[in-house]
C-alpha cells in the first residue's frame, strides 16, 4: 500500500487548505485513514481520521469547527480540509492507513504517507 500525499505549502494566517492523500496498493482494503503532524521539537499528534465504511470521524480539539476530514470511496483518497488556519498549525503533515482501526493512536496505523511541510505565516 502506498499513500501519496500533495506537496509542501505555504500559506497566510486565516487561509485555507485542502490536503489530499491517495491510497494505492494491489488490494487496498483499508478500515480508517488518519491525519497526523509533528511540528519541529514536539511529539507526533494526531489530528483527524475517518472511516472508509460509513465514514464517522474523529477530530483533535484543537481542529474541530476549522478542519474537516472526508474521502472519496470511487478514488481511495482522503482530504483534509484546513480553514482558518493559525501559525501554531505549522508542521509536517502525514497521511495514515490502518486495516483495523480509526482513532487517534498512530501506533495502530500501518502504512505512512512521506509527509509534506504546512507552513503558516503571521
Known amino acids: 500500500v502506498q499513500l501519496v500525499e500533495s506537496g509542501g505549502e505555504l500559506v497566510q494566517a486565516g487561509g485555507s487548505l485542502r490536503r489530499p492523500c491517495a491510497a494505492s496498493?494491489?488490494?487496498?482494503?483499508?478500515?480508517?485513514m488518519g491525519w497526523f503532524r509533528q511540528a519541529p521539537g514536539k511529539e507526533r499528534e494526531f489530528v483527524a481520521s475517518?472511516?472508509?465504511?460509513?465514514?464517522?470521524?474523529n477530530y483533535a480539539d484543537f481542529v474541530k469547527g476549522r478542519f474537516t476530514i472526508s474521502r472519496d470511496n470511487a478514488k481511495n483518497t482522503v482530504y483534509l480540509q484546513m480553514n482558518s488556519l493559525k501559525p501554531e498549525d505549522t508542521a509536517i503533515y502525514y497521511c495514515?492507513?490502518?486495516?483495523?482501526?480509526?482513532?487517534?493512536?498512530?501506533?495502530?496505523?500501518?502504512?505512512w504517507g512521506q509527509g509534506t511541510q504546512v507552513t503558516v505565516s503571521s
Open positions: 495514515a492507513a490502518s486495516t483495523y482501526y480509526s482513532g487517534g493512536d498512530y501506533n495502530k496505523y500501518n502504512y
Open positions: 496498493g494491489r488490494t487496498f482494503s483499508g478500515y480508517g
Open positions: 475517518i472511516r472508509w465504511s460509513g465514514g464517522s470521524t
